[in-house]
């Protein structure tokens, strides 16, 4: 079956636009996180949804955001960009969360100049 | 809060050799305790759970709550186990993944 599928897989930006990244899980995955790797601060949790709401949320300010849709498929979105959030993007989903493990993409690498 | 701490970044051994990755936590709770791995050029991927109890690929790792560790062990190590190994912790089996900082292992022929 299809893994966890990000997109795009490189991004340029420029400091102060907005990205949106984008995640499409394992069919039947319903719980999908995000997670910011860097090589200063490994990797680092985001927020997490199940059926459309967040259910958890990391140490991130306010201009990253994110949603899921009635799919299961999920966005995130950081606006005013700035040169730190430099980073490699990771989606995971899993059935329900917790427990099952959860199983990752091979990210979105944004560089932000 | 919680935290995992992985004191080696970098584990050598001979093939051959016994393998112990070690890992340590900190939480009040009962944590839930993974070992996920990184093969080269490969997506971050599940290796074992606590919760299983099981063995993959040889590897086991037994939670010690007393010493609050989750040490990953494997009694011979092969060529192809040479991978990024992280070890992380769910607090009470909810959602959010607290990862350690990870232990590139590399075994020599």
């Known amino acids: 079956k299809a893994g966890v599928t990000q997109t795009p897989r490189y991004l340029i930006k420029t400091r102060g636009q907005q990205v949106t990244l984008s995640c499409s899980p394992i069919?039947?995955?319903?719980?999908v996180s995000w997670y910011q790797q860097t090589p200063g601060q490994g990797l680092q949790f985001l927020f997490e949804?199940?059926?459309?709401?967040?259910?958890n949320k990391g140490n991130f300010p306010g201009r990253f955001s994110g949603r899921q849709f009635s799919n299961s498929r999920s966005e995130m979105n950081v606006s005013t960009l700035e040169l730190g959030d430099s980073a490699l993007y990771l989606c995971?989903?899993?059935?329900?969360?917790?427990?099952?493990?959860?199983?990752f993409g091979s990210g979105t690498r944004l560089t932000v100049v | 809060a919680q935290r995992v701490t992985q004191p080696e970044k970098l584990l050598s051994v001979f093939k051959g050799a016994p393998v112990e990755l070690k890992c340590n936590y900190s939480?009040?709770?009962?944590?839930?305790l993974f070992w996920y791995v990184q093969y080269s050029r490969q997506r971050l991927q599940l290796l074992l759970r606590?919760?299983s109890r099981e063995s993959i690929k040889g590897f086991t790792a037994d939670l010690n709550k007393g010493e609050t560790s989750f040490h990953l062990k494997k009694p011979f190590a092969q060529e192809e186990d040479s991978a990024m190994y992280y070890c992380?912790?769910?607090?009470?089996?909810?959602?959010?993944?607290?990862f350690g900082t990870g232990t590139q292992l590399k075994v020599e022929l």
């Open positions: 949804y199940f059926s459309e709401t967040q259910r």
């Open positions: 939480y009040s709770g009962s944590p839930e």
């Open positions: 992380a912790l769910s607090p009470g089996g909810g959602n959010k993944l607290t």
């Open positions: 995971a989903s899993s059935p329900a969360g917790g427990l099952d493990g959860y199983t």
């Open positions: 069919s039947g995955h319903r719980s």
């Open positions: 606590h919760i």
